[in-house]
């Protein structure tokens, strides 16, 4: 019996460290996780920036690389159809893309602080569309590029703030409130004066 137990615990220690060498030979890449605002409005003709920030598991090296891609939302452009990379970023440099955005990219973000950030400048109303951020940190390169949709419009188009909403009201409230005191004020007075003509009689 005991030959026989033997040959079952051995397959099972045999069977066990295959196991283990198979989950570690097969370890699945670690994913990258990559975050933009969904949705920018900025002003035509201003400076505006695309916020992207990412977080991996690797240390951030020279390997380390970024893409900033774009696809307009006009038809019948250069960039409608698919997502054209317009500034990429590896070993430390930037390299910038088409003409149409070439001098207008910067990179403003700190690598080694997991930000990627780019700057716009000037905005054009050709902007209009999706922005692609993809970032590469390697061995972790499995990842889904951040997008987001940016409009570009006329000054008298953009979204009031929520400060600005409510400062208005508080304005609007104080005065609402002066037009009543003062309301109070002069009909106290037309009824003083009443009841002392009244009195003279």
Excluded at 11 to 37: E, M, N, W, Y
Excluded at 51 to 65: A, D, G, I, L, P
Excluded at 128 to 150: H, I, M, Q, S, W
Aim: aromatic share 8%; net charge neutral.
């Amino acid at each position: 019996m005991e030959p026989k137990w033997s040959n079952i615990i051995c397959k099972r220690v045999l069977l066990t460290g295959f196991t283990l060498c198979v989950v570690l030979v097969t370890k699945p890449t670690s994913a990258i996780v990559i975050h933009a605002d969904s949705e920018l409005v900025m002003q035509n003709g201003t400076t505006g920036t695309l916020r992207c920030t990412f977080k991996s598991n690797e240390v951030v090296s020279s390997f380390t690389s970024v893409t900033w891609s774009f696809q307009s939302s006009q038809p019948d452009t250069q960039f409608s159809n698919t997502p054209h990379t317009i500034f990429y970023f590896s070993n430390g440099k930037g390299f910038p893309g088409p003409t149409e955005f070439k001098d207008r990219v910067q990179f403003i973000g700190d690598i080694n602080k997991r930000d990627v950030s780019i700057q716009l400048s000037p905005t054009q109303f050709s902007d209009n569309g999706t922005f692609f951020c993809d970032v590469k940190n390697p061995p972790d390169v499995t990842g889904t590029p951040a997008r987001t949709e940016l409009r570009v419009v006329l000054r008298e188009s953009l979204p009031q703030s929520n400060t600005t909403i409510i400062v208005g009201a508080v304005c609007g409230a104080l005065f609402l409130l002066v037009l009543i005191a003062v309301a109070a004020c002069i009909v106290m007075r037309v009824l003083h004066n009443r009841h002392d003509y009244e009195g003279a009689r």
